[in-house]
């Protein structure tokens, strides 16, 4: 360990510092100097102090560094100053490591007047232990400042050091003075350290910020220890260093962790962005919005430049506005996004430059804004997103070692960035050509129909969930839903093949849905023998504007879910087939339901029922009484609001397609009626 051996320079004993097994001198203080007068460094402590040593024993110096046991010596006699006249001093000797070399601390205290006086040694030599144990502490540390406290921690002595770093003088210091250099936040913890360390009568080490003499804090770690004598504590030495370099270095380190750790599972965009967010305040930032460009496929930047942030993140009490904003070509936002760097404003509070602060964030909060920043954030050789952070009130703005972390934050989750970015990308266009693959419900008189395709936010491809409906030449409707195996473009493939087939199937010729089930999954087993899949086909018609009937069959689906309008929801669970895929040329049931006036029928996929690790009827249990709910609910809401209200895990694509009755069948007889009341 190094120490800075000028904090000895004020001490009232002497104080040498020797290396090397020839105890070469690299120190000594100027009580010392005082004492024997300047002695050239560098020298062996033979040829050092050769002309005052008396004996010119040396051997205690070879003794101590030996056996690394304390020294200590009364009364060894020398000569400096009148000729002839002979002096003593008290020594004592400790071993300490230097630079990796083995080496000597050595305390002088001159006796001459003592022993002249005939005074008993033993008050001068326990001050002149304690002294070397004092200082044998404080060279190993490495320290801007030494102090020395009374028992309960008051400062009793000078200290250059500190004055140097703080800028207190020694009026202002002393006693508990130190105290106010202490940055506010820091100083109960402080004392309740120092409480503890006397309590327990331990050494003490705690790290807390100090007001220098620039302005500014700087953090510090503060290092003490007892000195006891006769079973006390007669005062407190100890050694302070600044360490604000070491501090920020762990504090950055452990925010890239922190940012690594917090989306290294997210494939979501909103959720990447967000946990980023996350991370930057309150640990860098007050405030920050996280910007997705919308020319993140490398296209140029146009004006006017428009954005929406996908994270905002504002202090208490103030209120976020996530719109879409409007940036002309001066703004910080566009400037950043065409030079690639961060452009960095600091300012008089609540002054912000045009362009600066944008409006995601309410006047209050702009009120109170110190500084700001905006980062590009390059994925993949893009500019995909800026992050705009605002720092507000009493904290100290936003400087360029925060701006370097912040950077540094965005390249630490460049891979989760990248990957959350591709797949929004990836996902946006499976889910355009999902859609496309799934046509509009057609326009039936009487009848409303409604459908919805909800694709998983965990997965990018493609799925095999599709819906189908259309009128067949008779006027009757075909209603169908169904899931292929699988989440890729291979079963979107498989689907689509699949559901043109049950087309045609369907279109030309009129039996029972499970014969043309049967027809399919033979063309299925033949098309596509790796593949399996389920389905639900059904024909709704109305028959001489009587009662509406369901023709339906289920091929290992979940089964149909009608709602009356008075919110009675029950499943329509006949006609249970194999799923598709399997047993070739076997018959395959139908069966007919009918239809009460206002009722809604809903066919949908898996995912909006399981849940994994959940059991199946619990979530058929939970759609049956949400849809019971919304009974009389338009049907547009009807669906929309299943979607949103069920703790769906979003792992599976959704597709659902909804069918609500008219009001009143025209025409009924007394066969009807009590189905279809006039």
């Given at each position: 360990m190094c120490a800075d051996l000028n904090a000895f320079d004020v001490l009232p004993v002497g104080v040498l510092v020797t290396v090397g097994s020839d105890h070469r001198l690299i120190y000594s203080n100027y009580a010392y100097q005082e004492m024997v007068g300047h002695r050239e460094h560098g020298a062996p402590i033979r040829e050092a102090l050769g002309d005052v040593c008396v004996d010119g024993d040396f051997t205690l110096f070879d003794r101590a560094l030996e056996t690394g046991e304390a020294v200590t010596?009364?009364?060894?006699?020398?000569?400096?100053?009148?000729?002839?006249?002979?002096?003593?001093?008290?020594?004592?000797?400790?071993?300490?490591?230097?630079?990796?070399?083995?080496?000597?601390?050595?305390?002088?205290?001159?006796?001459?007047?003592?022993?002249?006086?005939?005074?008993?040694?033993?008050?001068?030599?326990?001050?002149?232990?304690?002294?070397?144990?004092?200082?044998?502490?404080?060279?190993?540390?490495?320290?801007?400042?030494?102090?020395?406290?009374?028992?309960?921690?008051?400062?009793?002595?000078?200290?250059?050091?500190?004055?140097?770093?703080?800028?207190?003088?020694?009026?202002?210091?002393?006693?508990?003075?130190?105290?106010?250099?202490?940055?506010?936040?820091?100083?109960?913890?402080?004392?309740?350290?120092?409480?503890?360390?006397?309590?327990?009568?331990?050494?003490?080490?705690?790290?807390?910020?100090?007001?220098?003499?620039?302005?500014?804090?700087?953090?510090?770690?503060?290092?003490?220890?007892?000195?006891?004598?006769?079973?006390?504590?007669?005062?407190?030495?100890?050694?302070?260093?600044?360490?604000?370099?070491?501090?920020?270095?762990?504090?950055?380190?452990?925010?890239?962790?922190?940012?690594?750790?917090?989306?290294?599972?997210?494939?979501?965009?909103?959720?990447?962005?967000?946990?980023?967010?996350?991370?930057?305040?309150?640990?860098?930032?007050?405030?920050?919005?996280?910007?997705?460009?919308?020319?993140?496929?490398?296209?140029?930047?146009?004006?006017?430049?428009?954005?929406?942030?996908?994270?905002?993140?504002?202090?208490?009490?103030?209120?976020?506005?996530?719109?879409?904003?409007?940036?002309?070509?001066?703004?910080?936002?566009?400037?950043?996004?065409?030079?690639?760097?961060?452009?960095?404003?600091?300012?008089?509070?609540?002054?912000?430059?045009?362009?600066?602060?944008?409006?995601?964030?309410?006047?209050?909060?702009?009120?109170?804004?110190?500084?700001?920043?905006?980062?590009?954030?390059?994925?993949?050789?893009?500019?995909?997103?800026?992050?705009?952070?605002?720092?507000?009130?009493?904290?100290?703005?936003?400087?360029?070692?925060?701006?370097?972390?912040?950077?540094?934050?965005?390249?630490?989750?460049?891979?989760?960035?990248?990957?959350?970015?591709?797949?929004?990308?990836?996902?946006?266009?499976?889910?355009?050509?999902?859609?496309?693959?799934?046509?509009?419900?057609?326009?039936?008189?009487?009848?409303?129909?409604?459908?919805?395709y909800s694709a998983s936010a965990t997965a990018a491809e493609i799925g095999g969930d599709w819906y189908d409906s259309f009128v067949l030449p008779d006027g009757s409707m075909v209603l169908t839903i169904g899931d292929m195996a699988g989440h890729d473009l291979t079963a979107a493939v498989t689907m689509s093949q699949v559901r043109n087939a049950l087309r045609g199937l369907a279109i030309d010729r009129r039996e029972p849905p499970g014969d043309i089930l049967r027809r399919l999954n033979i063309a299925t087993e033949t098309l596509y023998p790796e593949d399996t899949g389920t389905c639900i086909l059904a024909r709704l018609e109305n028959p001489d504007n009587r009662a509406w009937r369901l023709h339906y069959s289920v091929a290992g689906h979940p089964p149909p879910l009608l709602v009356t309008q008075d919110g009675e929801a029950h499943y329509l669970e006949d006609a249970v087939n194999p799923l598709l895929g399997v047993g070739y040329d076997m018959p395959r049931a139908s069966t007919v339901a009918t239809l009460p006036p206002r009722s809604t029928l809903l066919l949908y996929t898996d995912g909006l029922v399981e849940v994994p690790g959940e059991h199946l009827d619990l979530g058929l249990e939970r759609l049956r009484r949400a849809a019971s709910s919304l009974a009389r609910a338009p049907l547009d809401a009807f669906c929309d609001e299943l979607l949103s209200r069920l703790p769906m895990p979003r792992k599976d694509d959704i597709a659902v397609i909804a069918v609500r009755l008219p009001p009143s069948c025209p025409g009924t007889d007394s066969v009807t009626a009590a189905v279809c009341p006039g």
């Open positions: 010596v009364d009364e060894i006699p020398f000569e400096y100053g009148e000729p002839g006249r002979r002096r003593f001093a008290s020594v004592g000797m400790s071993k300490i490591m230097w630079d990796g070399e083995e080496g000597l601390l050595i305390v002088v205290q001159e006796v001459t007047q003592r022993i002249a006086s005939e005074r008993p040694p033993s008050s001068v030599a326990g001050q002149q232990q304690r002294f070397l144990q004092r200082y044998r502490s404080l060279v190993q540390l490495q320290t801007d400042a030494v102090w020395v406290s009374d028992p309960m921690g008051r400062v009793r002595e000078p200290s250059a050091g500190w004055q140097r770093l703080t800028g207190q003088p020694w009026e202002e210091y002393r006693g508990d003075g130190w105290l106010n250099a202490v940055y506010p936040d820091d100083r109960e913890p402080a004392i309740e350290v120092w409480a503890r360390a006397v309590e327990q009568r331990d050494n003490l080490n705690q790290v807390y910020r100090v007001r220098t003499s620039g302005g500014g804090y700087r953090h510090v770690r503060v290092r003490g220890m007892p000195i006891i004598e006769g079973g006390e504590i007669v005062e407190w030495v100890g050694a302070i260093a600044d360490i604000e370099q070491e501090w920020q270095e762990e504090q950055h380190r452990l925010l890239l962790d922190q940012v690594a750790a917090v989306t290294v599972n997210l494939a979501d965009l909103d959720e990447v962005l967000r946990a980023l967010a996350e991370v930057i305040v309150p640990n860098l930032a007050d405030g920050c919005g996280i910007y997705v460009l919308p020319e993140f496929e490398d296209q140029p930047i146009s004006m006017p430049f428009m954005a929406t942030p996908m994270a905002i993140i504002v202090p208490a009490g103030a209120r976020p506005f996530p719109r879409q904003e409007v940036f002309d070509s001066n703004s910080d936002l566009v400037t950043a996004v065409r030079t690639r760097r961060p452009i960095a404003r600091m300012y008089p509070e609540g002054n912000p430059p045009p362009g600066s602060v944008p409006l995601t964030i309410n006047g209050d909060l702009v009120a109170e804004v110190n500084s700001s920043t905006m980062v590009p954030v390059v994925v993949d050789g893009v500019v995909a997103a800026v992050v705009h952070a605002v720092v507000v009130g009493d904290r100290e703005p936003l400087s360029v070692a925060d701006i370097e972390l912040l950077g540094r934050m965005l390249d630490h989750a460049h891979p989760h960035l990248s990957n959350a970015m591709r797949f929004q990308r990836t996902q946006g266009v499976a889910l355009a050509l999902q859609k496309y693959l799934l046509p509009d419900p057609p326009r039936v008189p009487d009848l409303e129909i409604t459908a919805r």
